[in-house]
């Protein structure tokens, strides 16, 4: 079946497509009324907007730059064109200012959430994630949205007068909510915000801002169309095995039918470029009709609003639950990635096993070593967590092999 996309310019029901270069937010933006403020108060700066001087921080950070030699789907050294997560990164700040500006609001919020969101993960990728949370049982788990809210609250310590990055309440509530509302006061995220929650609520019950939820279906349509990519260019995926699968299949078929033979890896990105359009537009026109029948007149509207604002369609919905089924049957359970996931499991446990243990003067540096010391049992946990957390897939694999005898090679 062909995918027939109508150009969201060409649209004119609600928050309708503005021209190049225009920048109106709707009433229901972020910027339509006053940030909520910092934690730590600071002037304002004169050339830039509260939400700007948030993305600026950001890419700063030590956490940030680290994202170069961390895992998407593929080791590092696997390969030089695979997704890490820093392209990854980069490739959800694009899609999110684009559906940002299509729904008139805050496109500056919107790319600094999706640059902070990934902030918190582990080396290897979900592989480091699992093993850090089976290593913390008992300890509070380790989940990254999670370590991504302890990183810009806590662990980056750049500036004179707060740790962290101080970033805006805004900033702050979008990453908590990166998944929707947290009900649970017991969840991870919301242990990670108790600290900042004595300055001001972030009103972890209701749904996040506009630009928050544009972040988080960013994360989506980023995610799926590049791991169809990485996939087939590593052999794990073929273009025929795409047939019958939702939104991946009918235009691979009208691409492999335009482009005819000899078109090589053009097919790929041809691909993806074009699930990626079907998915923005779905998501604006969604959306859109989502806003005209809420009709919001201030931020908080869209917060209290009960459900999603910002959503793909249902048919687009089911579609890419299927296509989310299909990427894991291929190619995260794919025997060679599961081979690899499964050495780098064993390097994260056995490394966190070392830094707990605070008499092993090999394995942490002298200054965290003397921290450990006066921590109880489960912050000495925590911290071993923070420090391996922080670490990029070469450094977890050099650590390893300074501490260790047999380093998997993870190939």
């Excluded at 649970?184 to 506009?210: C, T």
């Excluded at 939104?247 to 053009?266: D, F, I, Q, Y």
């Excluded at 209290?304 to 359970?333: E, I, N």
């Amino acid at each position: 079946m062909a995918i027939n996309i109508k150009p969201v310019s060409e649209r004119a029901d609600y928050g309708s497509g503005l021209a190049p270069g225009e920048r109106r937010p709707g009433p229901y933006a972020a910027s339509a009324v006053p940030s909520r403020g910092r934690q730590h108060p600071e002037s304002e700066c004169p050339t830039r907007s509260p939400f700007q001087r948030d993305r600026d921080r950001i890419l700063h950070a030590t956490a940030f730059r680290r994202l170069t030699y961390k895992t998407q789907v593929f080791i590092v050294h696997e390969g030089d064109h695979y997704r890490t997560r820093l392209t990854h990164t980069l490739e959800v700040a694009q899609i999110a200012r684009t559906i940002a500006r299509q729904l008139r609001l805050d496109e500056d919020l919107a790319e600094a959430l999706a640059l902070a969101h990934d902030l918190g993960h582990s080396p290897f990728g979900h592989a480091g994630e699992r093993a850090l949370d089976n290593a913390m049982l008992g300890y509070g788990g380790f989940d990254h949205n999670a370590q991504s809210l302890r990183v810009v609250t806590a662990l980056e310590r750049k500036y004179l007068d707060f740790d962290g990055l101080n970033l805006t309440w805004e900033m702050l509530e979008g990453l908590a909510k990166h998944n929707g509302p947290v009900d649970d006061r017991n969840d991870p995220v919301a242990k990670a915000v108790r600290g900042v929650e004595v300055w001001r609520s972030l009103e972890l019950d209701r749904w996040a801002s506009a630009e928050a939820q544009v972040a988080s279906l960013a994360d989506d349509i980023a995610y799926l169309t590049h791991d169809v990519d990485d996939g087939l260019r590593a052999g794990l995926l073929t273009i025929d095995m795409l047939e019958g699968v939702p939104l991946a299949g009918p235009v691979s078929t009208e691409v492999v039918t335009k482009a005819g033979s000899g078109a090589g890896n053009r097919v790929i990105y041809e691909l993806t470029r074009r699930m990626i359009t079907a998915m923005v537009a779905d998501v604006v026109g969604e959306t859109r009709r989502r806003l005209q029948r809420l009709a919001p007149k201030t931020p908080d509207d869209i917060r209290c609003a009960g459900a999603a604002s910002v959503a793909f369609s249902p048919g687009m919905a089911r579609d890419l639950a299927d296509l989310k089924a299909f990427l894991f049957a291929k190619v995260y359970h794919h025997e060679r990635v599961l081979r690899v996931m499964e050495g780098a499991e064993r390097i994260v446990t056995q490394l966190f096993a070392r830094y707990r243990d605070s008499s092993d003067r090999d394995a942490l540096p002298p200054q965290w070593i003397e921290i450990m010391r006066t921590l109880n049992e489960r912050d000495q946990a925590r911290l071993a967590a923070d420090y391996l957390a922080g670490q990029t897939d070469r450094y977890a694999i050099a650590e390893h092999r300074r501490l260790f005898d047999n380093t998997p090679e993870l190939r």
